[in-house]
Every structure is written in C-alpha cells, then in structure tokens.
C-alpha cells in the first residue's frame, strides 16, 4: 500500500506561488501516474495536474496551464507542484493521489488509487 504524505499549503494572497510537494512510500514503482486534485468549498473535487514519473509525461488542466508545473525527484519518490499566479478561487484542499490515469481532458483515479491527507490552500484578496 502506497502512503502519501503532502506538504507545502498555506496562505497567499492573490497572485502569489506556492510549491506543494508529495513524498511517497512503500510499493512504489518505477513508473506511476501521481498528481493534484483540489476541492473547494461546496464544490466537486477536480482534477488539477499530473505526472508519469517514468516519463515525465505530465497533464494539466486547462484552467492552470501556463501558470502550474510539475517536477519530480525520483531520488526521493516525490513529486511537485509549483503553482503561481494563484487565484481567489483556487483556495481549497488540494490533495495527492497516486495510480491515477488521463483519459483525453480528464485526470481520473483508477482502483488502485490512494490519497494522501491534504493539504490546505488559501487565497486572499
């Protein structure tokens, strides 16, 4: 079982980056599809951006294109989001998962999906 562990939320006001990382331990494998969904309040829990940690192949939505990337040490099973240009309404929980998949525009979990606990993120005016 994959343990996710997320790090890097906080405050910022509008504008503003911040980098959220995701460690992962035990059966991970040489290659996997690991990424971000966030959700906001009273909303649906949506899928932000991804990687395949053996390619590097990396998704986006289309809402964050241009303004979030995604990087990974392969060293230390971690991936990351640099987010900038942040907008009021990205403020939410943004969670990592691992075994995930792209299908066209959409990033979706698969059954072999785990989470991580999440990770606060606010945005202020």
């Known amino acids: 079982q994959v343990q996710l562990v997320e790090s890097g939320g906080g405050s910022v006001q509008a504008g503003g980056s911040l980098i959220l990382s995701c460690a992962a331990s035990?059966?991970?494998?040489?290659?996997?599809?690991m990424g971000w969904f966030r959700q906001a309040p009273g909303k649906e829990r949506e899928g932000v951006a991804a990687?395949?940690?053996?390619?590097?192949?990396?998704y986006y939505a289309t809402s964050v294109k241009g303004r979030f990337t995604s990087s990974q040490d392969n060293a230390e099973n971690t991936i990351y989001l640099q987010m900038n240009s942040l907008k009021l309404e990205e403020t939410g929980m943004y969670y990592c998962?691992?075994?995930?998949?792209?299908?066209?525009?959409?990033?979706?979990?698969?059954?072999?999906?785990?989470w991580g606990q999440g990770t606060q993120v606010n945005i202020s005016s």
């Open positions: 990687m395949y940690t053996g390619s590097g192949s990396t």
């Open positions: 035990g059966g991970t494998s040489r290659s996997r599809c």
């Open positions: 998962a691992d075994g995930l998949r792209t299908n066209g525009d959409i990033l979706a979990t698969s059954t072999n999906s785990c």
